[in-house]
């Protein structure tokens, strides 16, 4: 299930790796960027990468913008995400 490979990934320390990795993209492109984007630049599934976002958002390392942008993969309007 879900709960026992997100545990896995805290054991492993995947999940830390996966987190340090977002941070640097997002510092690297200077942030805005939508979980699509973010997944298609790390090569993470989408949904790792909305977990890891949230997980920074909790603890104040990322933060979404107050402006709605056109997600280039996706065409949807979306909440871009930077990092602090």
Do not use: D, H, M
Request: contains cysteine; positive net charge; aromatic residues 6%.
């Amino acid at each position: 299930t879900s709960v026992i490979a997100y545990g896995e990934l805290k054991i492993t320390g995947k999940k830390q790796s996966q987190e340090k990795r977002i941070l640097e993209i997002l510092k690297e492109k200077g942030g805005g960027l939508s979980l699509s984007e973010i997944s298609a630049l790390t090569g993470f599934e989408k949904s790792s990468v909305s977990g890891r976002v949230n997980t920074l958002k909790k603890n104040g390392k990322v933060f979404e913008g107050v402006n709605k942008i056109k997600c280039p993969i996706t065409k949807r309007t979306i909440t871009p995400i930077y990092s602090f």
